[in-house]
């Protein structure tokens, strides 16, 4: 029996390289699979061993895949998606209550073709979609499936990273008609912001342009109320640049300024993942989000 073939009968092996390659780091996979660091690199060491060559090259920033790991991740990520989709296909009477939690920029907006095509593919299927800032605790039951931006470890989840998502600055013409262009992140000092409410995180992710979150007069965790502010002429604020740059009433500021990107992940409890119902609308999420993610994820480097 060759290697192809005995890992066909062992696909638990498989499934961590999976989730090393997609979580970024062994620590970050032993998190979302409930296993001890220790125990994903013995796993990853064992595929390896019976593939005859190894997935990962170890160098001093961390971890990369060889060309033969990016060949079996690409080939083991189409029999995930194949496994997951089939659910879908070959379950036209699903039915139940899915909950999703999001925050308002994906759930809302992004997602809108997601639950379009939900509702015509399994009329008996209803979905509660939470909009919330904060993370939903699936292990309380808040949610089924929940998007986040940024992942901490829990073992009774299984994450999987989407991408990369980018912001931009926007404002309305008639705003930066009247208060000018900014030329430099130096000249939105000068400027109203239209920011999220004052957090650490906040500081961190405006420190780069030398801002802080008092510098934002207006501050709303409503992604509604801040984007209409914008549009109405209250200032300068964040938004998705898939967002953004699909509302007219908007303009793009300094757009060749690179600022911080947001990682997207999908989380589903573990108790949760073989629901025939969750499946369906996690494989969904997955699909339309690659559609409109504007940085896909690239395990190509990756810390251990």
Same mark, same amino acid.
């Given at each position: 029996? !060759?290697?192809?073939?005995?890992?066909?009968?062992?696909?638990?092996?498989? /499934?961590?390289?999976?989730?090393?390659?997609?979580?970024?780091? #062994? &620590?970050?996979? %032993?998190?979302?699979?409930? #296993?001890?660091?220790?125990?994903?690199?013995?796993?990853?060491?064992?595929? /390896?061993?019976?593939? %005859?060559?190894?997935?990962?090259?170890?160098?001093?920033?961390?971890?990369?895949?060889?060309?033969?790991?990016?060949?079996?991740?690409?080939?083991?990520?189409?029999?995930?998606?194949?496994?997951?989709?089939?659910?879908?296909? &070959?379950?036209?009477?699903?039915? %139940?209550?899915?909950?999703?939690?999001?925050?308002?920029?994906?759930?809302?907006?992004? $997602?809108? =073709?997601?639950?379009?095509?939900?509702?015509?593919?399994?009329? *008996?299927?209803?979905? /509660?979609?939470?909009?919330?800032?904060?993370?939903?605790?699936?292990?309380?039951?808040?949610? !089924?499936?929940?998007? @986040?931006? *940024? #992942? @901490?470890?829990?073992?009774?989840?299984?994450?999987?990273?989407?991408?990369?998502?980018?912001?931009?600055?926007?404002?309305?013409?008639?705003?930066?008609? @009247?208060?000018?262009?900014?030329? &430099?992140?130096? !000249?939105?000092?000068?400027?109203?912001?239209?920011?999220?409410?004052?957090? =650490?995180?906040?500081?961190?992710? $405006?420190?780069?342009? +030398?801002?802080?979150?008092?510098?934002? =007069? $207006?501050?709303?965790?409503?992604?509604?109320?801040?984007?209409?502010?914008?549009?109405? *002429?209250? +200032?300068?604020?964040?938004? $998705?640049?898939?967002?953004?740059?699909?509302?007219?009433?908007?303009?793009?500021?300094?757009?060749?300024?690179?600022?911080?990107?947001?990682?997207?992940?999908?989380?589903?409890?573990?108790?949760?993942?073989?629901?025939?119902?969750?499946?369906?609308?996690?494989?969904?999420?997955?699909?339309?989000?690659?559609?409109?993610?504007? /940085?896909?994820?690239?395990? +190509?480097? #990756?810390?251990?």
């Amino acid at each position: 029996m !060759d290697g192809r073939h005995s890992l066909m009968h062992d696909w638990s092996l498989v /499934e961590v390289f999976l989730r090393v390659a997609t979580a970024g780091s #062994m &620590t970050a996979a %032993g998190g979302a699979l409930g #296993m001890s660091q220790s125990t994903v690199s013995r796993r990853i060491a064992a595929l /390896e061993a019976r593939l %005859g060559e190894p997935l990962f090259l170890r160098h001093s920033r961390g971890l990369a895949l060889t060309d033969r790991g990016r060949r079996l991740l690409d080939g083991a990520t189409g029999v995930e998606r194949s496994l997951d989709g089939l659910v879908s296909r &070959t379950a036209p009477g699903l039915s %139940g209550v899915v909950r999703v939690s999001a925050f308002e920029q994906v759930g809302a907006v992004l $997602l809108a =073709p997601c639950w379009a095509e939900l509702a015509a593919r399994h009329p *008996g299927l209803a979905i /509660e979609l939470t909009i919330d800032e904060s993370h939903a605790d699936l292990n309380r039951g808040d949610a !089924d499936l929940a998007l @986040r931006v *940024g #992942m @901490r470890q829990d073992a009774d989840v299984v994450a999987t990273k989407l991408g990369v998502l980018r912001q931009g600055l926007y404002a309305s013409a008639a705003y930066l008609d @009247r208060a000018g262009r900014p030329a &430099t992140s130096d !000249d939105l000092r000068h400027h109203r912001l239209v920011g999220v409410p004052r957090s =650490p995180q906040l500081d961190r992710y $405006l420190a780069p342009l +030398g801002l802080t979150g008092d510098d934002a =007069p $207006l501050r709303s965790a409503s992604f509604s109320a801040r984007r209409e502010a914008l549009a109405a *002429g209250a +200032g300068i604020g964040g938004l $998705l640049r898939e967002i953004g740059a699909s509302d007219s009433r908007l303009e793009r500021v300094l757009p060749d300024l690179d600022l911080p990107g947001l990682d997207l992940w999908l989380v589903v409890h573990r108790e949760q993942r073989a629901n025939p119902a969750v499946q369906a609308v996690r494989e969904a999420i997955r699909e339309t989000l690659r559609a409109v993610l504007l /940085e896909p994820f690239d395990p +190509g480097t #990756m810390r251990s």
